[in-house]
């Protein structure tokens, strides 16, 4: 197989595996023990570990500093980059950082706006969108320059990954926004979290029709509910969230205490259903603040043991 | 059109409370059509301020007058004599009438009346929306007539962003999703394929972080 990078990930797909991240937010304080924590405790289930960035505008530990102490604990940290918070300077010069601490992956996106997070006075900078970031990582790394034109002498080795929303609108420019992330240069693809798994299959088909699916791995987002009351919470007030009635349905269904069970055996369902999908090449679990339930989605969902390299 | 508004009386009363003769000054163009810094809207905020100086029971004199610009030097000639006597002059143009009269009457303290707010368009009488950032290098050929530099909360140039829902941005559900009028202007003037054209990296040292713009038009 021919590889562009060291990436652990890249492996894994090339290798003709489904593969499985998952991802941990940064804590709020200097003390990053819970985050190593959280590492440990899913890294035997998956094969990389994106760290968020600022998620939802609110601050914490960087991403980059969180992924150097999952390195050093010898996981395989995908770095997500948002470009509200930082210009071409700052974002090229965190990528020299983080590939000189042999950072692999890197996640491409423009982030949530700062209105929802903790410093709703901040400026937003977005000197970049999620696509130039992507078309940046690229050009630092198969051109050698950064965007100046300079050389780089030695060039970071980024697997470039993008997110999609399948949901988002308007839907018509869904698979079109997707080629567009794909002609930037994204090689990896995290969707948002799947809810309505009918318009989802949808989307991959018009993916597969323009044939996509042969061009990026497409990993499809996957994050249980925990309560008939998350379940309600996201469908109303996540943008770009579609959480169809017959899931709350389903989950109000079942007993208080056994509704956090039911979330699980339904992303579970969810894994199975969707490694039938021709283009589905991997799933992105995002248990949020959840992790621990990690390992057990994956073994039920028949995903493990996750693949070896020596 | 540049949009501004009204700053809160009390705010205004703040800087101006120290003087004994402030002239109210108006600017007839843009921030007239918005009802906040016009000729008429000078004559109210004297009264209202005439009003509060007797409860506060000091004395100041609040002469209100205006023109047409406060932006350049012709219209002034007509209340040249009123200006250089006044000790100070709340000015009730947008931010660039107040600093045009800072630079020409050096020795006179000028406030601000208004909060400049935007560069915008009437969109019915008594509702205004940005609609320019005068970012210094237009791309609205690309994007079909609708500016992402102003109207979409991120700027971003290639989007819609995962947050686009039901044609409103993430940000608030008043707000439309600039990204949804441009594809909708490229479905309708047929130019939809160009949704994939990746627009490329922006030059913004045309913007605003180029520092102070100038333009000089030669031989004039
Ligand atoms: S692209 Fe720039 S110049 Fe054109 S309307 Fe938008 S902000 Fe104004
Ligand atoms: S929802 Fe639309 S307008 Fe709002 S930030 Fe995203 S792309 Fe821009």
Redesign the interface.
């Known amino acids: 197989m021919e590889l562009k990078t060291e990436s652990k990930l890249e492996k894994v797909f090339k290798s003709g595996q489904i593969a499985v991240t998952s991802e941990c937010g940064p804590p709020r304080s200097s003390d990053p023990a819970h985050i190593i924590e959280k590492g440990h405790l899913i890294k035997n289930h998956v094969d990389a570990i994106n760290i968020t960035d600022n998620q939802t505008s609110v601050t914490r530990i960087c991403s980059l500093a969180a992924c150097v102490h999952l390195k050093n604990e010898g996981l395989e940290p995908v770095l997500q980059m948002v470009t ?1 918070d930082r210009n ?1 300077i700052a974002l090229q010069s965190d990528l020299l950082g983080a590939a000189s601490f042999g950072i692999n992956n890197v996640l491409c996106l ?4 700062q ?2 997070g903790d410093h709703r006075q901040a400026q ?1 900078v ?7 970031l992507i ?2 990582v690229r050009h630092m790394r198969d051109e050698g320059k950064f ?1 100046s034109g300079d050389e780089i002498k030695v060039p970071p080795k980024f697997f470039v990954g993008a ?1 999609a ?1 399948p949901f ?3 839907f ?2 869904r698979v ?1 926004r997707l ?2 992330k794909v ?2 240069g994204a090689e990896f693809i995290q969707t ?1 979290c799947i809810y309505n798994m009918d318009r989802f299959e949808k989307w991959m088909e018009g993916v597969r029709e323009r044939g996509l699916d042969e061009q990026v791995y497409i990993m499809a987002g996957i994050t249980p509910m925990r309560s008939v009351g998350m379940a309600k919470y996201m469908k109303r007030a996540v ?2 969230m579609d959480v169809p009635d017959e899931l709350i349905e389903r989950l109000q269904g079942v007993e208080k205490k056994q509704q956090a069970q039911e979330g699980i055996d339904i992303a579970v369902e969810q894994i199975q259903r969707l490694k039938e999908v021709k283009g589905v090449a991997g799933f992105h679990i995002m248990a949020i603040e959840w992790e621990e339930k990690v390992p057990e989605i994956v073994e039920r969902a028949g995903l493990y043991p996750r693949p070896t390299f020596d | 059109m540049i949009v501004g508004e009204q700053k809160p009386l009390e705010e205004i009363w703040e800087m101006v409370k120290q003087h004994k003769n402030v002239t109210v000054f108006g600017c007839n163009t843009c921030v007239a059509v918005c009802h906040q810094g016009g000729n008429k809207e000078a004559e109210i905020l004297a009264s209202l301020l005439r009003m509060k100086a007797t409860q506060e029971g000091v004395e100041i004199e609040f002469v209100d007058s205006g023109i047409e610009r406060q932006c350049e030097h012709e219209f002034f000639e007509k209340t040249q004599d009123l200006v250089v006597k006044s000790e100070a002059v709340l000015s009730l143009a947008c931010g660039i009438g107040v600093q045009f009269m800072a630079t020409k009457y050096s020795s006179i303290p000028i406030y601000p009346a208004l909060n400049t707010t935007f560069l915008g368009d009437v969109i019915k009488a008594g509702h205004f929306t940005e609609k320019c950032q005068a970012c210094g290098d237009c791309v609205l050929g690309l994007t079909a007539g609708v500016c992402p530099v102003s109207r979409c909360a991120k700027r971003v140039l290639n989007g819609p962003c995962g947050g686009s829902t039901s044609g409103k941005c993430e940000i608030s559900k008043d707000v439309d999703c600039a990204w949804q009028l441009i594809i909708d202007r490229l479905d309708a003037i047929g130019k939809l394929e160009n949704y994939e054209k990746l627009s490329s990296i922006k030059d913004w040292s045309k913007d605003r972080s180029g520092g102070p713009r100038s333009f000089i038009l030669e031989g004039f």
């Open positions: 509200r071409r423009s982030g949530d706006h209105s929802f937003n977005f000197d970049l969108d999620s696509m130039q078309q940046t965007l997110a929303n988002g609108d308007p018509k420019i079109p080629a567009k002609a930037a948002q943008p770009g």
